[in-house]
């Protein structure tokens, strides 16, 4: 009997495929959608595409879990519940391969792959003679690139960093064809380095297929456009760290002096408020991507929503010790005003309050915004010139500066070019708090995961530096091994 996969089961569902064995036993479903007959309309074929979307921002990947984890395996939360099922064992770092942080995760990032698999499997056969050639093109731009920053965020957790061995680590199984029915499955790890290189050639793909921009803020938030894809890379290559390809790729939308912008495509810009990004509409230019949440039909779980997570139930409150901290970030920078306080314990406490709103947590998820593009393009100018470069400066003073305008850097602030990366490394643990990067920025460069409150550092060399694989690919995929 062949092995089954569990993953593909839900996919099953997601498709709504139906067997056609001629039997009593298996009579044709009368509410199920043969998976060709799934390309059969633009509306089914558009619907698929949203349906991509929805399982990027599925609670146990970017809607809420993928972010919490990324952030709390770093040092800048105290967890206060001791909730398993609420990520205590990742901030511990006493997860187990069934976990299910550790579970839940991995089918997660595997169910939007195989969206993105079927889609673009079924544009090949019929798609495009549905929906025509140039729109076809668009759909499967749009999965490829989806199917990249999934396959991305698997290795920021459950493989080593590309730095180790120049990729050669095992990474993670990549499968790159749509599964519709339960079958064999068994198929090794590729190495990071394949992984990266497919990721690379997807969001390649994706720069090409992918148009400039939508009718609407709206779309031009939530579905990815020509500058989503090349954002996303200014992303890959810095985890690779890879500084001249950032560094070209980031140009592509980037203006070369400030007030920086992107000339072509959607015109992305900083906000003059960092508030605006997290609050309603949601849709400025700053939002390179955002996951969309609506309170009647499409929001994540009280156990799953960043809102939950790090402000309303508090599972979590800000470290007294880390970037909160910091002196150098000052008390009028008007990023504090997205820090909440609360009396916890009859402690007085601060709390993450870039997801504030309350129960039903629709708060849009940022998945990257332009400060980011800006903060990894001045890094990378300074890490591959090895200097205290004049626009990497300016590129800190513009995102600093947006929220504090009396802080002003210059070439006299930074003694060597190590200090000028150092701050950039900062701002980052700033700006960016909250947003699922703080782990990821330490594991590219091989630093230790700090201690927080009773959990000691994580050496780079432990092996709890990076997740367990889940039980489940070990018990269905005989090929599979374990971190």
Known sequence: MKRKIIYTLALVAIFATSCRKESNLNPVSLNAVDIDAAFSTPERIKAQILGIYSGLKAGDFYGGRYIVYNEVRADNYINLTTNSVTAYQVWNFTSSNNSQEITGLWAAAYSVINRCNLLIDGMAKTGAATVGTALAANYVAEAKMVRAIAYYSLLQLYARPYYDGNGSKPGVPLRLTGNSV?????????????????????????????????????????????????????????????????????????????????????????????????????????????????????????????????????????????????????????????????????????????????????????????????????????????????????????????????????????????????????ERNIELLGEGLRSPDLLRLGLDLPAKGTVSAVPASDRRYIFPISQSELLYNRLMTDN
């Not at 609407?216 to 760290?241: E, P």
């Not at 849709?283 to 390179?288: D, L, N, R």
Request: aromatic share 8%.
């Open 182 to 426: 339960a079958g064999d499955y068994d198929l090794a790890r590729s190495t990071v380095a394949q992984v990266y290189t497919q990721i690379l050639s997807d969001l390649n793909d994706a720069e090409t297929g992918l148009p400039l921009n939508y009718a609407t803020a709206y779309d031009n938030t939530i579905r990815g456009h020509r500058n989503t894809a090349i954002a996303f890379k200014t992303r890959v290559y810095l985890s690779m760290q890879r500084y001249a390809d950032v560094i070209t790729e980031a140009n592509k939308i980037v203006s070369a002096n400030a007030p920086y912008t992107a000339s072509t495509g959607v015109a992305h810009a900083l906000q003059a408020n960092v508030a605006n990004v997290f609050k309603a509409p949601y849709t400025t230019t700053e939002s390179i991507l955002s996951s969309p949440m609506n309170a009647a039909t499409d929001v994540v779980g009280g156990q799953t929503a960043l809102g939950s997570y790090f402000f309303s139930i508090r599972e979590f409150k800000l470290n007294d010790a880390g970037i909160i901290a910091d002196a150098e970030w000052k008390a009028t920078d008007a990023r504090r005003g997205l820090i909440g306080t609360a009396t916890i314990s009859g402690v007085s406490s601060k709390l993450m309050g870039k997801f504030a709103t309350p129960s039903p947590y629709i708060d849009y998820v940022p998945v990257i915004r332009y400060a980011e593009v800006l903060l990894s393009l001045g890094e990378a100018i300074a890490r591959s010139t090895n200097s205290v470069d004049a626009r990497a400066i300016s590129l800190l003073n513009a995102v600093r500066q947006r929220s504090d305008a009396t802080t002003t850097f210059t070439a006299a602030n930074f003694v060597t070019p190590q200090a000028l990366i150092n701050a950039f490394l900062k």
